[in-house]
């Protein structure tokens, strides 16, 4: 029988329901039966890491596999961490509860520089050594992979191996290996060997040179999202529709290190999304890409997915966001179809203030297309959107500083209504890419150029990025194995998800790296070009003589044009099948489909049934918020395909009634809400519903009219857990009484009687009864 946290430590940390596990439908395989057993990690919180499209694709491709399961894990906040440490339990994996000790592989993504912590807190919670030369046999093989492995030397040490490129092929390569070498019972010196053989795997105790791994065909991996547990902070699917950029940006590590440019067919990716909202019960994806403005057919795709989701009025529930579109690649037909689902936010980059500046950073944009597109949006009901720009940057002037604020004041002599706001963060030299010798400026540049633009902007107009995070980013992407023990100090000194700001703290980075002697500013040094850089292993296929011909041209305000439309760049990419694959475009506009306007239907044609459902919330269900069990309940209901009625209006959402919040935390015999649907008779279906362990529906009303919950009495039964607690509730009943409140001794326990609107359970214990935390004094559990 699987363990899990109990419940007690559940109530003493903030957000519980990011640590509960089992998500519904996961597909669980059976422990024992199994070859090897994979976890597959990501250090920051359940609600950050959950959307990662590499751990879902991999995690779902190793569990198609008969021989292999996969499941995942997480990095914690430090108050669920104290808690585990205080009661000496192990970190567990999310679904089948348990401790990554009893796995095979442990893969932990490398995504960001930030994140550096958050693996040694996943590997720390699991009583797993840290560096791979601690580690005896009996312990998970440590797998790395991720955007950040350009560069892998300051984490290198953690790892057996990691990968370098895409790993979608790679991976069963690797896992064939350990499972024979489980097999064989060999030392771990053979494994390495093995591994190291491998096209695309680098085993940082052999410090072997490796190739970047590419994969040609994306569409021969299909892969399914699942129903995370909660809310995540990106809560729609993650769709592939191309991978890898050539527009050359010369600060853009991405670029380099996914080219070449791989595109999905509009077939494949119809058919991916219609899989993916079936089989999770969401609706509405992201269609990713390093820049989905510049895929070749994307006017067409959208016709294909207004024809698909947006024909027929009732059912008008589906959404898409385009997290990456280009300056000029903006168009009516692009904004309606966007506002069809929910209106997104519209970001820009033009990186840089002057023309000059964007020639050598090679992001070559015509202003006035900015300008245009925004025009576009305004008049298609945006009245807001956000531009990125970069401090610091190579050459970079005052006059390129000022001409931020000059755009900023151009764009708003065309558009004075529009709410437009300016986000700046500092330039990193990012390894393989032509700026990767460049110096990073220190942090007091930083704040000296933050502050200049201060001067001419209101504060909510003008973000930046913090630039104690950006400085340290800049330490490890061009860091050396050295920056280890430094990693591993400031974890044991207190350092933890440091991309969060309410986490970081700089101060103790600082301070540990003064104590072990580690100048930092000498990490954002200019580089010679020919010195021997950390990385210099690693290939990313991109020739060296191809960054220095760049960066030449960047001193020079020259640009190189995408290769995908102008002549090969030479960059050393391609090579016999591995080149860029584009979609053909059949049409340049892409057809116009009918929609909500031209092929009206009546949602009056349907009549809408409300079904008032009761369902219980107990064990450990009650650390899910009303919220988050409503939006477990439904994403249900719309996998399995029950006809819910949808609003209409922008943000179109199912029509529900709620009835009063119970606080996080306590156990209910009865919770209300009222959903309407489109067809009488599904009583019978809606009371055999499996939901969440703890979450059963176990009545179910049918009527025509909204139901109303807010009038009902709500009876609390309260189990005081000490003599203490007790105490406090007898003050009140003594001494105290409020209008609509009643609370009656029943020996075993007291009952709480609550006839009035608007009332704060929190609130009441914590004024009326005295007590602030009270969950971790008192059972409390809701009659029907």
């Known amino acids: 029988m699987n363990k899990d946290y109990p419940l007690e430590i559940l109530f003493k940390v903030k957000k519980p329901s990011r640590y509960i596990g089992e998500e519904p439908f996961f597909p669980k395989k059976n422990w024992e039966e199994v070859k090897l057993k994979v976890c597959i990690g990501y250090p920051d919180l359940y609600e950050i890491g959950r959307s990662h499209l590499g751990i879902n694709i991999l995690s779902y491709l190793i569990n198609k596999h008969p021989d292999y399961l996969a499941d995942f894990v997480f990095a914690v906040a430090p108050d669920f961490e104290n808690e585990l440490k205080r009661n000496s339990i192990p970190l567990l994996s999310f679904n089948y509860r348990k401790p990554l000790k009893e796995f095979d592989v442990l893969g932990i993504t490398y995504a960001y520089e930030l994140s550096v912590t958050g693996i040694l807190n996943i590997l720390e919670l699991s009583h797993i050594p840290f560096k791979t030369i601690e580690r005896e046999k009996e312990y998970p093989i440590i797998l790395g992979g991720g955007p950040s492995c350009g560069n892998p030397e300051p984490i290198a040490e953690i790892y057996d191996a990691i990968?370098?490129?895409?790993?979608?092929?790679?991976i069963f390569e690797i896992l064939k290996i350990i499972k024979e070498w489980k097999k064989q019972k060999e030392d771990k010196e053979t494994l390495w060997k093995e591994l190291a053989k491998i096209e695309?795997?680098?085993?940082?105790?052999?410090?072997?040179?490796?190739?970047?791994?590419?994969?040609?065909?994306?569409?021969?991996?299909?892969?399914?999202?699942?129903?995370?547990?909660?809310?995540?902070?990106?809560?729609?699917?993650?769709?592939?529709?191309?991978?890898?950029?050539?527009?050359?940006?010369?600060?853009?590590?991405?670029?380099?290190?996914?080219?070449?440019?791989?595109?999905?067919?509009?077939?494949?990716?119809?058919?991916?999304?219609?899989?993916?909202?079936?089989?999770?019960?969401?609706t509405e994806a992201s269609l990713m890409s390093l820049s989905i403005g510049d895929y070749s057919a994307l006017n067409e795709l959208i016709a294909e997915l207004k024809k698909e989701f947006y024909s027929n009025q009732i059912f008008r529930k589906y959404a898409f966001s385009l997290p990456s579109l280009r300056v000029g690649s903006i168009n009516e037909e692009i904004l309606n179809f966007i506002k069809l689902g929910r209106k997104t936010g519209l970001t820009f980059a033009p990186e840089a203030g002057t023309e000059r500046l964007r020639k050598v950073i090679n992001k070559d944009i015509d202003i006035d297309l900015l300008i245009k597109d925004l025009e576009v949006a305004w008049k298609e009901g945006w009245k807001r959107a956000k531009l990125y720009f970069m401090i610091g940057l190579p050459t970079e002037t005052e006059e390129d500083l000022k001409g931020i604020v000059n755009l900023y004041k151009e764009i708003k002599r065309f558009l004075p209504g529009m709410h437009i706001v300016v986000s700046v963060s500092t330039f990193i030299p990012k390894p393989h890419t032509p700026f990767q010798w460049e110096r990073q400026i220190d942090l007091e540049e930083t704040y000296e150029k933050i502050k200049y633009l201060k001067n001419f902007f209101k504060k909510r107009v003008f973000k930046y990025h913090k630039p104690e995070q950006s400085f340290l980013e800049g330490v490890i992407s061009r860091g050396d194995r050295q920056l280890i023990n430094l990693i591993i100090e400031v974890y044991k000194n207190g350092a933890r998800l440091d991309s969060w700001k309410e986490y970081f703290k700089y101060e103790i980075w600082k301070d540990t790296a003064e104590k072990l002697g580690i100048n930092l500013k000498d990490y954002l040094r200019e580089r010679d070009i020919n010195e021997k850089l950390p990385w210099d292993h690693i290939d990313l296929r991109v020739k060296k003589e191809y960054l220095l011909k760049e960066r030449e041209k960047a001193y020079k305000a020259q640009v190189t044009k995408d290769c995908r439309f102008e002549k090969c760049s030479k960059c050393g990419v391609c090579y016999k099948e591995i080149k860029n694959i584009l979609v053909k475009k059949k049409s340049e506009k892409g057809k116009k489909i009918k929609t909500e306007d031209d092929k009206k239907i009546s949602d009056t044609q349907l009549k809408e049934i409300w079904y008032e459902i009761v369902y219980t919330k107990k064990e450990k269900a009650i650390f899910l918020s009303q919220l988050e069990t409503i939006r477990l309940i439904l994403l249900?209901?719309?996998?399995?395909?029950?006809?819910?009625?949808?609003?209409?209006?922008?943000?179109?959402?199912?029509?529900?009634?709620?009835?009063?919040?119970?606080?996080?935390?306590?156990?209910?015999?009865g919770e209300s809400i009222g959903i309407a649907m489109y067809k009488k008779g599904l009583a019978k279906?809606?009371?055999?519903?499996?939901?969440?362990?703890?979450?059963?529906?176990?009545?179910?009303?049918?009527?025509?009219?909204?139901?109303?919950?807010?009038?009902?009495?709500?009876?609390?039964?309260i189990y005081p857990k000490d003599s203490f607690a007790e105490k406090y509730l007898k003050n009140f009943q003594e001494k105290n009484f409020e209008e609509g409140i009643i609370l009656e001794n029943k020996k075993d326990y007291y009952q709480l009687i609550i006839n009035k609107k608007n009332f704060s359970i929190s609130k009441f214990f914590k004024e009326k009864i005295g007590i602030e935390n009270f969950l971790e004094k008192y059972a409390i559990i809701k009659q029907r």
């Open 200 to 282: 695309g795997v680098y085993v940082p105790i052999l410090k072997n040179r490796v190739k970047k791994r590419i994969v040609i065909d994306l569409s021969k991996f299909r892969w399914n999202f699942g129903i995370p547990v909660i809310q995540l902070s990106h809560d729609r699917i993650p769709l592939e529709v191309s991978r890898g950029c050539t527009r050359g940006c010369r600060f853009c590590e991405a670029s380099f290190y996914y080219r070449p440019v791989r595109e999905k067919e509009i077939n494949d990716i119809l058919e991916q999304i219609k899989e993916n909202f079936k089989t999770t019960g969401y």
């Open 636 to 669: 249900i209901l719309e996998k399995l395909e029950f006809p819910l009625v949808y609003t209409s209006g922008f943000h179109p959402h199912p029509k529900i009634v709620l009835g009063p919040a119970l606080p996080v935390g306590i156990e209910s015999e």
């Open 685 to 717: 279906r809606l009371l055999e519903l499996e939901i969440y362990r703890g979450i059963k529906i176990i009545d179910v009303i049918e009527k025509y009219e909204k139901p109303e919950f807010f009038k009902k009495m709500i009876k609390l039964n």
């Open 163 to 170: 990968v370098i490129g895409d790993g979608e092929e790679v």
